[in-house]
């Protein structure tokens, strides 16, 4: 069933007019944290592995979120890579990574 399979979203948040654009990129990334989530923070956005419901309710946590603590204007960009069977980001990372 596709609503259940996995799927990877690359998120990138751009807050807009906050001079504390680092610490809103922070607070962001927790919230991806406490989601539970498979996630992987790379220099310029976090991808994220879950279901689609899963990922679009954090994305919505995060805009919600991001405006009503002293963000006044965001832009989130989204790559999403969807299949009709589970990504894994560690099946994509495997060969370029000793550890995983």
Known sequence: MLNKTKINVAIQLLPIGSNTTLETIDKAI????DSNLKYIVCPFETVVE???????????????????????????????????????????????????
């Open 30 to 33: 927790n919230l991806i944290q």
């Open 50 to 100: 879950g279901s689609y419901s899963e990922i679009f309710s954090l994305v919505d946590l995060i805009r919600t979120t991001t405006l009503q603590n002293g963000c006044p204007e965001l832009i989130i960009n989204l790559k999403i890579h969807a299949s009709t069977s589970d990504l894994n980001i560690n099946d994509k990372l495997i060969k370029y990574n000793h550890n995983a």
